[in-house]
């Protein structure tokens, strides 16, 4: 538990990716096997069911120190993070024992003791933070709160171990990505050099595309490129082994289960197969709004209704495996023209063949572009027909080439503090528009100012707060932003009628005043044109 | 009448007339320490501890008019007896006592319960009245010890030194810098200061403070002689070009606002060392406890919770709100808020 503390500490504290890279690689090189395969599993997302709530840790911790629970929340709230907060509160250990915890030793008697009563939760909790350093507590609480975030990339992990064990990069991310428990995997059934293990059910690590900046001619000749358009739905792969469907969404999470629309598919698509595309509501190859997507993958169980109104396709861009066999290294045409052939042949609803863009010149190119939203796209794929399928978000081969979001000028109206590294400054916005002589929120929005501007922001909140409510201020509506954001969808839950996908602000309008903002009338406007 | 008055001038004893730590120009000025919160220009007449002295004849001007006396040394101004005891902040810095007809108020400047073997170590006065300070007065803060912080400061200099590393420190010039001067010198003797650091050094030497040699930072040396050395330097020179001479470096910044992992990353520094000038958690509740005070006035910090917590545990207590409380050292300029600030405190009587 002290290396996994110390990993953890200087990783969360090191600005330099170099650095981080080599403080993994001497972790895998060093520590014991068991801890290692739950670092994997945790800085892959895969982390233990949370056993205790924060307000049961915070009771605790209260009764530990005697403090009141005003003081305890303005303490919490000064620092901004409830596993720290609890770390820097607590008395020192009355024996620190570091060596009798190890990360994995500390894992499974989380996993033992999830189903016992709350009795016993508590003393296992309040005795070891009593036997643990201030960073070995932080830890913990991390893995108590379910929570861990500490800024590594899949990719770092996987060049991290490809500097201790014998394979190769894409062999390793291949590897500890799918459905695999680490607390019944062992690090050599993970990462030996023969075979691996026997799940049929992994997916391949993503190949990801960087935005395009560049003016697209730059890209060289037009004959070497492919161009489709750019869907705006939840990435996925398709697999079909061993007679069995598994749908991967890019954030590596099995969702076979929420799309009994694909489950048809073991009867049609042959075995061996793995498919790259998009999960997306669609009507008679039509694109849906992502607003609907989202009703469907928020629901525990889905109707019939649900079914009929938002059924969910699978437009398919690449095939990565075939007949059991990998073949992303294939350049792209050839494994295009495969896979043309096996979608062809069998012609089955759900799955959809994601078009190939004709195009002449890149100045044609341009103008389809401009027909993005009218298809249901955000704009336009254009991957170099060479290209093999890679791993992760390289640059070269693959290029986004998105359409300019849509704008709205507002003021904003709320301020809230933000999290962690932001925790003292106001950097989390309510943004309105005006009805009349109304101001109506419509959109939040955290991002998109740099850290000079989110401070000038942060001086007026503290100096134009006309009220407070809990960690909300109202500020006076003064400061106009242009809000970028990507989609607009109807929506009943929102006070403006409207929802909007990925809301940020693009710019700080200091150049306008309150009166000049757009209206909710604009909104509907947009709601009108973009929103179907 | 209170003994001591807060006024828009500062703290005033007006059975004495003379003010203590005040942030207008006034007739009698009697200060805690040399830091710019506490000792600003244009009064007539200063009385301050002998260590304190020369800094601040550095920094308000070589000819104002200081009158110095030891630690519990009394002095007497119409009847009132004027006394300074060793606060433990910085070098010099000193809690001032103040006695009228059998009543005493002390007023606690800035200080820490630790002794860090320069400042004089922090005695507790008995007093019914204190006035103290609250720069870190929640219970996240409570502090390592002071060798241990120290020798993470070795360990990362070393460390520094192994990858061919110039290791930047940043500390305020008064205070924090010669308190880290102790622990470099026994690593290395090749330690450079930033100019301002060096003026201090420079003062308190002249007044015959033992301080560990160091060398200032100038054009004319070759960058070559930086390489695996120390450089101790302020705050507020971390990000400039003046860096660039050390390249390449690590910065270590040694603040207690370090003990939060999300000022370090904000800060975007190397290495974050806790090591504070100010009295954590424990350390204020100990010294209130130990003045036998039945009534504190809480200034600059979390006056609002300090005094609540008080309170709450029989202390009778009321926030106070003063200038104080803007040295750069413990403050992160452009993103701490002063804490508590619209909670609104009590009124002052
Ligand atoms: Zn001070
Ligand atoms: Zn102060």
Same mark, same amino acid.
């Given at each position: 538990?002290?290396?996994?503390?110390?990993?953890?500490?200087?990783?969360?504290?090191?600005?330099?990716?170099?650095?981080?890279?080599?403080?993994? %690689? &001497?972790?895998?090189?060093?520590?014991? $096997?068991?801890?290692?395969?739950?670092?994997? +599993? /945790?800085? @892959?997302?895969?982390?233990?069911?949370?056993?205790?709530?924060?307000?049961?840790?915070?009771?605790?911790?209260?009764?530990?120190?005697?403090?009141?629970?005003?003081?305890?929340?303005?303490?919490?709230?000064?620092?901004?993070?409830?596993?720290?907060?609890?770390?820097?509160?607590?008395?020192?250990?009355?024996?620190?024992?570091?060596?009798?915890?190890?990360?994995?030793?500390?894992?499974?008697?989380?996993?033992?003791?999830?189903?016992?009563?709350?009795?016993?939760?508590?003393?296992?909790?309040?005795?070891?933070?009593?036997?643990?350093?201030?960073?070995?507590?932080?830890?913990?609480?991390?893995?108590?709160?379910?929570?861990?975030?500490?800024?590594?990339?899949?990719?770092?992990?996987?060049?991290?171990?490809?500097?201790?064990?014998?394979?190769?990069?894409?062999?390793? %991310? &291949?590897?500890?990505?799918?459905?695999? $428990?680490?607390?019944?995997?062992?690090?050599? +059934? /993970?990462? @030996?050099?023969?075979?691996?293990?026997?799940?049929?059910?992994?997916?391949?690590?993503?190949?990801?595309?960087?935005?395009?900046?560049?003016?697209?001619?730059?890209?060289?000749?037009?004959?070497?490129?492919?161009?489709?358009?750019?869907?705006?739905?939840?990435?996925?792969?398709?697999?079909?082994?061993?007679?069995?469907?598994?749908?991967?969404?890019?954030?590596?999470?099995?969702?076979?289960?929420?799309?009994?629309?694909?489950?048809?598919?073991?009867?049609?698509?042959?075995?061996?197969?793995?498919?790259?595309?998009?999960?997306?509501?669609?009507?008679?190859?039509?694109?849906?709004?992502?607003?609907?997507?989202?009703?469907?993958?928020?629901?525990?169980?889905?109707?019939?209704?649900?079914?009929?109104?938002?059924?969910?396709?699978?437009?398919?861009?690449?095939?990565?495996?075939?007949?059991?066999?990998?073949?992303?290294?294939?350049?792209?045409?050839?494994?295009?023209? /495969?896979?043309?052939?096996?979608?062809?042949?069998?012609?089955?609803?759900?799955?959809?063949?994601?078009?190939?863009?004709?195009?002449?010149?890149?100045?044609?190119?341009?103008?389809?572009?401009?027909?993005?939203?009218?298809?249901?796209?955000?704009?336009?794929?254009?991957?170099?027909?060479?290209?093999?399928?890679?791993?992760?978000?390289?640059?070269?081969?693959?290029?986004?080439?998105?359409?300019?979001?849509?704008?709205?000028?507002?003021?904003?109206?709320?301020?809230?503090?933000?999290?962690?590294?932001?925790?003292?400054?106001?950097?989390?916005?309510?943004?309105?528009?005006?009805?009349?002589?109304?101001?109506?929120?419509?959109?939040?929005?955290?991002?998109?100012?740099?850290?000079?501007?989110?401070?000038?922001?942060?001086?007026?909140?503290?100096?134009?707060?006309?009220?407070?409510?809990?960690?909300?201020?109202?500020?006076?509506?003064?400061?106009?932003?242009?809000?970028?954001?990507?989609?607009?969808?109807?929506?009943?839950?929102?006070?403006?009628?409207?929802?909007?996908?990925?809301?940020?602000?693009?710019?700080?309008?200091?150049?306008?005043?309150?009166?000049?903002?757009?209206?909710?009338?604009?909104?509907?406007?947009?709601?009108?044109?973009?929103?179907? | 009448?209170?003994?001591?008055?807060?006024?828009?001038?500062?703290?005033?004893?007006?059975?004495?007339?003379?003010?203590?730590?005040?942030?207008?120009?006034?007739?009698?000025?009697?200060?805690?320490?040399?830091?710019?919160?506490?000792?600003?220009?244009?009064?007539?007449?200063?009385?301050?501890?002998?260590?304190?002295?020369?800094?601040?004849?550095?920094?308000?001007?070589?000819?104002?008019?200081?009158?110095?006396?030891?630690?519990?040394?009394?002095?007497?101004?119409?009847?009132?007896?004027?006394?300074?005891?060793?606060?433990?902040?910085?070098?010099?810095?000193?809690?001032?006592?103040?006695?009228?007809?059998?009543?005493?108020?002390?007023?606690?400047?800035?200080?820490?319960?630790?002794?860090?073997?320069?400042?004089?170590?922090?005695?507790?006065?008995?007093?019914?009245?204190?006035?103290?300070?609250?720069?870190?007065?929640?219970?996240?803060?409570?502090?390592?010890?002071?060798?241990?912080?120290?020798?993470?400061?070795?360990?990362?200099?070393?460390?520094?030194?192994?990858?061919?590393?110039?290791?930047?420190?940043?500390?305020?010039?008064?205070?924090?810098?010669?308190?880290?001067?102790?622990?470099?010198?026994?690593?290395?003797?090749?330690?450079?200061?930033?100019?301002?650091?060096?003026?201090?050094?420079?003062?308190?030497?002249?007044?015959?403070?033992?301080?560990?040699?160091?060398?200032?930072?100038?054009?004319?040396?070759?960058?070559?002689?930086?390489?695996?050395?120390?450089?101790?330097?302020?705050?507020?020179?971390?990000?400039?070009?003046?860096?660039?001479?050390?390249?390449?470096?690590?910065?270590?910044?040694?603040?207690?606002?370090?003990?939060?992992?999300?000022?370090?990353?904000?800060?975007?520094?190397?290495?974050?060392?806790?090591?504070?000038?100010?009295?954590?958690?424990?350390?204020?509740?100990?010294?209130?406890?130990?003045?036998?005070?039945?009534?504190?006035?809480?200034?600059?910090?979390?006056?609002?919770?300090?005094?609540?917590?008080?309170?709450?545990?029989?202390?009778?207590?009321?926030?106070?709100?003063?200038?104080?409380?803007?040295?750069?050292?413990?403050?992160?300029?452009?993103?701490?808020?002063?804490?508590?600030?619209?909670?609104?405190?009590?009124?002052?009587?």
């Amino acid at each position: 538990m002290k290396a996994f503390a110390q990993l953890i500490t200087t990783l969360g504290t090191s600005t330099k990716t170099n650095e981080k890279l080599e403080l993994l %690689a &001497h972790y895998f090189a060093t520590e014991n $096997d068991a801890d290692k395969v739950w670092v994997i +599993a /945790l800085f @892959s997302g895969r982390r233990p069911r949370r056993i205790v709530s924060s307000s049961l840790l915070k009771l605790w911790c209260q009764e530990l120190t005697g403090l009141p629970e005003w003081l305890f929340e303005e303490s919490y709230h000064t620092v901004g993070d409830l596993a720290e907060s609890i770390a820097l509160m607590l008395p020192p250990a009355s024996e620190e024992n570091s060596h009798r915890f190890s990360l994995a030793g500390i894992i499974s008697h989380l996993l033992q003791i999830e189903k016992k009563d709350e009795e016993e939760k508590k003393q296992f909790v309040t005795r070891s933070w009593m036997q643990m350093s201030k960073d070995e507590r932080f830890v913990f609480n991390k893995l108590l709160t379910g929570n861990f975030r500490i800024g590594v990339s899949q990719k770092m992990i996987v060049n991290a171990l490809a500097k201790t064990v014998q394979l190769e990069a894409n062999v390793i %991310a &291949h590897r500890i990505s799918g459905n695999w $428990d680490p607390a019944s995997t062992s690090f050599a +059934a /993970l990462l @030996s050099n023969e075979g691996g293990s026997a799940d049929h059910s992994k997916p391949y690590p993503f190949y990801l595309a960087y935005g395009l900046d560049g003016p697209v001619s730059e890209l060289g000749k037009e004959t070497e490129w492919q161009a489709e358009w750019k869907w705006d739905g939840i990435r996925g792969q398709l697999i079909k082994r061993n007679n069995e469907i598994f749908v991967w969404s890019r954030g590596e999470e099995l969702m076979t289960d929420k799309f009994p629309e694909y489950h048809s598919l073991v009867n049609v698509l042959p075995d061996g197969i793995v498919l790259d595309g998009e999960i997306i509501p669609s009507i008679d190859g039509k694109p849906l709004p992502f607003a609907l997507l989202q009703t469907r993958i928020g629901r525990k169980n889905i109707s019939r209704k649900n079914l009929q109104e938002v059924p969910i396709c699978f437009f398919v861009y690449d095939i990565l495996e075939y007949e059991g066999r990998d073949i992303r290294e294939l350049p792209l045409t050839e494994r295009r023209k /495969l896979l043309e052939e096996i979608i062809n042949r069998n012609n089955h609803p759900p799955v959809v063949l994601s078009p190939v863009i004709d195009f002449a010149s890149w100045g044609d190119l341009a103008d389809l572009r401009m027909q993005s939203r009218e298809n249901g796209a955000e704009g336009m794929m254009l991957k170099r027909k060479s290209s093999a399928y890679q791993v992760g978000r390289k640059i070269g081969d693959w290029w986004k080439w998105k359409i300019d979001p849509l704008v709205i000028d507002a003021v904003m109206i709320y301020a809230q503090k933000g999290h962690g590294r932001r925790s003292n400054l106001y950097t989390d916005y309510t943004f309105a528009v005006k009805d009349g002589d109304k101001l109506v929120s419509f959109a939040k929005a955290y991002s998109g100012l740099t850290d000079k501007e989110f401070a000038r922001v942060d001086h007026f909140v503290k100096n134009n707060s006309l009220e407070k409510f809990g960690p909300v201020r109202t500020v006076k509506p003064e400061l106009v932003f242009e809000i970028a954001f990507e989609g607009i969808a109807a929506s009943n839950r929102h006070k403006s009628g409207v929802a909007l996908r990925f809301p940020r602000i693009s710019r700080w309008r200091e150049d306008k005043t309150v009166d000049e903002i757009n209206t909710l009338d604009d909104l509907k406007k947009m709601l009108e044109i973009f929103g179907k | 009448m209170p003994l001591i008055e807060f006024t828009n001038k500062g703290l005033y004893c007006r059975a004495g007339e003379f003010y203590i730590d005040p942030w207008q120009p006034v007739n009698k000025a009697v200060i805690t320490h040399a830091h710019s919160d506490h000792a600003r220009p244009g009064s007539l007449h200063y009385l301050c501890h002998h260590q304190t002295a020369p800094v601040l004849k550095l920094r308000l001007g070589a000819d104002i008019s200081v009158a110095c006396v030891e630690w519990n040394e009394v002095v007497t101004h119409n009847g009132v007896k004027i006394s300074l005891h060793p606060a433990g902040h910085i070098i010099g810095s000193s809690q001032i006592r103040v006695e009228y007809k059998g009543e005493i108020w002390v007023v606690s400047g800035d200080y820490k319960t630790e002794d860090d073997g320069i400042s004089g170590a922090f005695v507790p006065i008995s007093c019914h009245t204190f006035i103290t300070e609250s720069t870190f007065g929640l219970p996240i803060y409570n502090w390592k010890k002071q060798d241990i912080i120290f020798n993470d400061i070795k360990n990362w200099v070393s460390g520094n030194q192994a990858n061919g590393k110039t290791s930047v420190i940043t500390a305020y010039s008064l205070g924090k810098a010669q308190r880290v001067l102790q622990a470099v010198a026994e690593l290395t003797e090749t330690i450079y200061v930033h100019g301002a650091v060096w003026n201090t050094h420079n003062a308190l030497r002249e007044a015959g403070i033992n301080l560990p040699g160091v060398k200032k930072v100038t054009p004319n040396i070759p960058k070559q002689a930086y390489k695996n050395a120390v450089i101790i330097a302020p705050p507020s020179s971390d990000g400039t070009p003046w860096m660039k001479r050390f390249l390449p470096y690590s910065v270590g910044v040694c603040s207690g606002w370090m003990q939060v992992r999300g000022n370090l990353r904000r800060r975007n520094a190397d290495a974050g060392f806790p090591l504070s000038d100010h009295a954590d958690w424990n350390g204020l509740l100990q010294a209130v406890k130990a003045t036998g005070a039945q009534k504190v006035f809480v200034t600059h910090g979390f006056q609002s919770a300090f005094s609540r917590y008080l309170t709450e545990n029989g202390i009778e207590a009321a926030e106070v709100k003063t200038e104080y409380g803007k040295e750069d050292d413990e403050k992160i300029p452009d993103t701490e808020e002063p804490p508590a600030k619209d909670t609104g405190g009590r009124a002052i009587p």
